[in-house]
């Protein structure tokens, strides 16, 4: 009777266990969305952590989504819900896009900030007694890290430099500055930040403002460009 009693506690403990295995199993076979696991899709391919946070920030619950060559986004599964621009759905084909090539939009948030060049250029006020400009790259490169490069014009006074905050004048004659450092993203009350700290000081813009594509700040224009960075 112990005997049997062993055999039917051991037929119990082996049957247990092979249940948790086919359950273990059964879950890791399991096809898993992207609101299971907490992340964004956008088209089938996962978005940059930077596009996470700011789909985070305006609201949009982790899962999949999509968007076509002309702005329409949706949840996948579902008719479009708006346009990238702020407007109405526009030029629907009716078809859910699937990849991200030929698809500006799809790339923006897959790849996030890695790869694109910041054209800027200063023009200077005719109220601050300089004659020339200036005007240069950032590139955004992978690895967090990023370059700099700028050149200056002629000059017979003094002129505002957006990227350090302080007035500079230029020694008669045009010069070109080389340099650098990390980049990483940040939080704020405003949205995630791209923010460089390198030789040059520290610049920060939202991530909103980059995806606008271009914008302006005093007597500095800003120009993004996508995939054009020189790493």
């Given at each position: 009777?112990?005997?049997?009693?062993?055999?039917?506690?051991?037929?119990?403990?082996?049957?247990?266990?092979?249940?948790?295995?086919?359950?273990?199993?059964?879950?890791?076979?399991?096809?898993?969305?992207?609101?299971?696991?907490?992340?964004?899709?956008?088209?089938g391919h996962e978005i940059a952590p930077e596009m996470s946070m700011l789909?985070?920030?305006?609201?949009?619950a982790a899962g999949d989504y999509y968007v076509d060559n002309f702005g329409?986004?949706?949840?996948?599964?579902?008719?479009?819900?708006?346009?990238?621009?702020?407007?109405?759905?526009?030029?629907w084909s009716g078809k859910e896009p699937l990849g991200i090539a030929n698809?500006?939009?799809?790339?923006?948030?897959?790849?996030?900030?890695?790869?694109?060049?910041?054209?800027?250029?200063?023009?200077?006020?005719?109220?601050?007694?300089?004659?020339?400009?200036?005007?240069?790259?950032?590139?955004?490169?992978?690895?967090?890290?990023?370059?700099?490069?700028?050149?200056?014009?002629?000059?017979?006074?003094?002129?505002?430099?957006?990227?350090?905050?302080?007035?500079?004048?230029?020694?008669?004659?045009?010069?070109?500055?080389?340099?650098?450092?990390?980049?990483?993203?940040?939080?704020?009350?405003?949205?995630?930040?791209?923010?460089?700290?390198?030789?040059?000081?520290?610049?920060?813009?939202?991530?909103?403002?980059?995806?606008?594509?271009?914008?302006?700040?005093?007597?500095?224009?800003?120009?993004?460009?996508?995939?054009?960075?020189?790493?």
């Amino acid at each position: 009777m112990k005997r049997l009693l062993q055999s039917t506690r051991l037929l119990g403990q082996l049957l247990l266990i092979a249940f948790l295995s086919a359950a273990a199993n059964t879950y890791a076979n399991t096809p898993k969305n992207s609101t299971s696991t907490g992340k964004y899709t956008v088209n089938g391919h996962e978005i940059a952590p930077e596009m996470s946070m700011l789909l985070t920030f305006y609201g949009f619950a982790a899962g999949d989504y999509y968007v076509d060559n002309f702005g329409n986004y949706g949840k996948t599964g579902a008719a479009p819900t708006g346009n990238i621009s702020g407007g109405p759905v526009s030029n629907w084909s009716g078809k859910e896009p699937l990849g991200i090539a030929n698809n500006a939009y799809a790339q923006a948030y897959v790849n996030g900030v890695k790869g694109i060049r910041v054209f800027w250029v200063y023009s200077p006020s005719i109220f601050s007694g300089a004659t020339g400009g200036s005007s240069g790259y950032y590139h955004i490169c992978p690895g967090n890290i990023y370059h700099r490069s700028s050149e200056g014009g002629i000059s017979v006074g003094g002129e505002y430099d957006s990227t350090t905050g302080h007035n500079r004048s230029w020694a008669g004659v045009a010069g070109t500055r080389q340099g650098g450092g990390r980049w990483t993203i940040q939080n704020s009350a405003n949205g995630p930040l791209l923010v460089l700290t390198g030789t040059d000081g520290t610049h920060q813009v939202l991530i909103t403002t980059l995806l606008q594509g271009r914008w302006k700040i005093g007597q500095t224009s800003y120009a993004v460009e996508a995939n054009k960075a020189s790493c």
